[in-house]
C-alpha cells in the first residue's frame, strides 16, 4: 500500500533553518506531483508547496514564498522542503500528500486538500521567538 513517511522537524529557533523528507512507497513517485501542507492548532490544514512530477514547477502560498524550497529526488522516491528564515508563525504539523491530479498549474487547484488522496503522517516543527 501507499506509504508517505515524513521526518526532520523538531524545535528551532527563529530564524533558523529545517530540512524536512517524506520518503514513499507503494507508488510510482515520478508519475506524482507532490504537495507539502502544514496544520497548526486550532486551524484548518493549509497549502504550502507544490512540485510537478520532473520538479521543474513549483508554486508556493505567499506566507512561505522566498523562505522555503520543495524538491524531489526521483530516484530516491523523496520529497523535501528546505525551510529557512522560520518564524514562530510556521510553528506546525508539516504533511506531504500525493496529488490527484497529474499538471501543477494554475487551475489545477493544487493548493485544495481535497485533490491530494494519499497523507503522510506528519511531523511537527515548532518555532521559538
Known amino acids: 500500500q501507499v506509504q508517505l513517511v515524513e521526518s526532520g522537524g523538531g524545535l528551532v529557533q527563529a530564524g533558523g533553518s529545517l530540512r524536512l523528507s517524506c520518503a514513499a512507497s507503494g507508488l510510482t513517485f515520478s508519475r506524482s506531483p507532490m504537495g507539502w501542507f502544514r496544520q497548526a492548532p486550532g486551524k484548518e490544514r493549509e497549502f504550502v508547496s507544490v512540485?510537478?512530477?520532473?520538479?521543474?514547477?513549483?508554486y508556493y502560498s505567499d506566507s512561505v514564498k522566498g523562505r522555503f524550497t520543495i524538491s524531489r529526488d526521483n530516484a530516491k522516491n523523496t520529497l523535501y522542503l528546505q525551510m529557512n528564515s522560520l518564524k514562530p508563525e510556521d510553528t506546525a504539523v508539516y504533511y506531504c500528500a500525493r496529488a490527484n491530479f497529474l499538471l501543477v498549474v494554475e487551475g489545477s487547484g493544487y493548493y485544495r486538500t481535497s485533490n491530494y488522496d494519499y497523507w503522510g503522517q506528519g511531523t511537527q516543527v515548532t518555532v521559538s521567538s
Open positions: 512540485i510537478s512530477r520532473s520538479g521543474v514547477t513549483t
